[in-house]
C-alpha cells in the first residue's frame, strides 16, 4: 500500500520493532502500572482487527526539526486518520502511528512538546493524541512513578477520543468541556442509577472551579 504524502512505508527493520513492542510491552501487564491488566486493553483488539496503520515521517535532510514543523505534520496525519477504514469489532479501534526514528536522542525531547503544541487542537476534534519515546516521562494514571510511554522508537500515535479518556482529560477545564460535549450522557441520563465507575471523577470535575492544572498524560493514550 502506497504512502500518503509525506510519509513513507516503515523500514522493515522498524515494522518489526513496532509489532513486538505492541504486541508484547503495550498489549501486557506491567507489574509497575498500578492496576491489573494491559497497558492498553484496546492494543490487541485492534492489532487482530488490523485497525492500526503506522508510516514513518523521513525528517528532510540538513535542517533540525522544529515544533512548527512536525505540528503542520500531523494536521496531514490527522487527515490521513480521519481516511482509515474503521472496524465494527467491538473493541476494536483505529490508530495511526507516525513514527520518527531519525530523532536523534537529544532531540527526543521535541516529541513531548510536538505533542503539548498540538494536543488542544486534536482534543478540540475529539481525538487523542499520545507522545511515545525512549526517554519519555509521561506518568501512568495509576502509578505516576511509572514512566509509561516510553517506546523504542520515537512516535506519535492518533486515534478517536473514547469515554474512558476521562482519565486523561480532567485536569485541563477546556479538555473536559470538549470531552463532556461527547461523553456526559453517559453520566447525567440517569444519574440516579448511574453505574459508570468513572461517575464519580466526572461530576467532581464537572463542579470543579474552571483552573488550568498540569497534566503529564501516559498510559498508552
Given at each position: 500500500?502506497?504512502?500518503?504524502?509525506?510519509?513513507i512505508a516503515p523500514a522493515r527493520e522498524h515494522a518489526t520493532i513496532l509489532a513486538d513492542w505492541l504486541r508484547n510491552s503495550v498489549a501486557a501487564p506491567h507489574p509497575d502500572l498500578g492496576r491489573?491488566?494491559?497497558?492498553?486493553?484496546?492494543?490487541?483488539?485492534?492489532?487482530?482487527?488490523?485497525?492500526?496503520?503506522?508510516?514513518?515521517?523521513?525528517?528532510?535532510?540538513?535542517?533540525?526539526?522544529?515544533?512548527?514543523?512536525?505540528?503542520?505534520?500531523?494536521?496531514?496525519?490527522?487527515?490521513?486518520?480521519?481516511?482509515?477504514?474503521?472496524?465494527?469489532?467491538?473493541?476494536?479501534?483505529?490508530?495511526?502511528?507516525?513514527?520518527?526514528?531519525?530523532?536523534?536522542?537529544?532531540?527526543?525531547?521535541?516529541?513531548?512538546?510536538?505533542?503539548?503544541?498540538?494536543?488542544?487542537?486534536?482534543?478540540?476534534?475529539?481525538?487523542?493524541?499520545?507522545?511515545?519515546?525512549?526517554?519519555?516521562?509521561?506518568?501512568?494514571?495509576?502509578?505516576?512513578?511509572?514512566?509509561?510511554?516510553?517506546?523504542?522508537?520515537?512516535?506519535?500515535?492518533?486515534?478517536?477520543?473514547?469515554?474512558?479518556?476521562?482519565?486523561?482529560?480532567?485536569?485541563?477545564?477546556?479538555?473536559?468541556?470538549?470531552?463532556?460535549?461527547?461523553?456526559?450522557?453517559?453520566?447525567?441520563?440517569?444519574?440516579?442509577?448511574?453505574?459508570?465507575?468513572?461517575?464519580?471523577?466526572?461530576?467532581?470535575?464537572?463542579?470543579?472551579?474552571?483552573?488550568?492544572?498540569?497534566?503529564?498524560?501516559?498510559?498508552?493514550?
Amino acid at each position: 500500500m502506497t504512502a500518503p504524502h509525506p510519509f513513507i512505508a516503515p523500514a522493515r527493520e522498524h515494522a518489526t520493532i513496532l509489532a513486538d513492542w505492541l504486541r508484547n510491552s503495550v498489549a501486557a501487564p506491567h507489574p509497575d502500572l498500578g492496576r491489573r491488566g494491559a497497558i492498553c486493553p484496546f492494543i490487541e483488539p485492534a492489532l487482530d482487527a488490523a485497525a492500526l496503520r503506522a508510516y514513518t515521517y523521513p525528517l528532510p535532510a540538513g535542517n533540525p526539526p522544529q515544533v512548527p514543523e512536525l505540528v503542520a505534520m500531523l494536521g496531514r496525519a490527522r487527515e490521513v486518520f480521519a481516511d482509515l477504514p474503521h472496524p465494527e469489532r467491538p473493541g476494536a479501534h483505529a490508530a495511526l502511528i507516525v513514527l520518527l526514528p531519525d530523532l536523534t536522542p537529544s532531540q527526543w525531547p521535541l516529541v513531548d512538546r510536538v505533542h503539548a503544541a498540538a494536543k488542544n487542537d486534536f482534543v478540540e476534534r475529539g481525538l487523542m493524541l499520545g507522545q511515545f519515546h525512549p526517554d519519555c516521562r509521561a506518568p501512568a494514571v495509576h502509578n505516576p512513578s511509572f514512566p509509561v510511554n516510553r517506546s523504542p522508537i520515537p512516535l506519535l500515535a492518533i486515534r478517536r477520543m473514547r469515554p474512558h479518556d476521562l482519565r486523561f482529560l480532567h485536569t485541563d477545564p477546556d479538555w473536559f468541556a470538549h470531552y463532556a460535549q461527547r461523553f456526559g450522557h453517559l453520566y447525567t441520563d440517569h444519574p440516579g442509577t448511574n453505574a459508570n465507575p468513572l461517575a464519580g471523577l466526572y461530576h467532581a470535575t464537572a463542579a470543579r472551579p474552571r483552573t488550568r492544572h498540569d497534566h503529564p498524560e501516559g498510559e498508552a493514550q
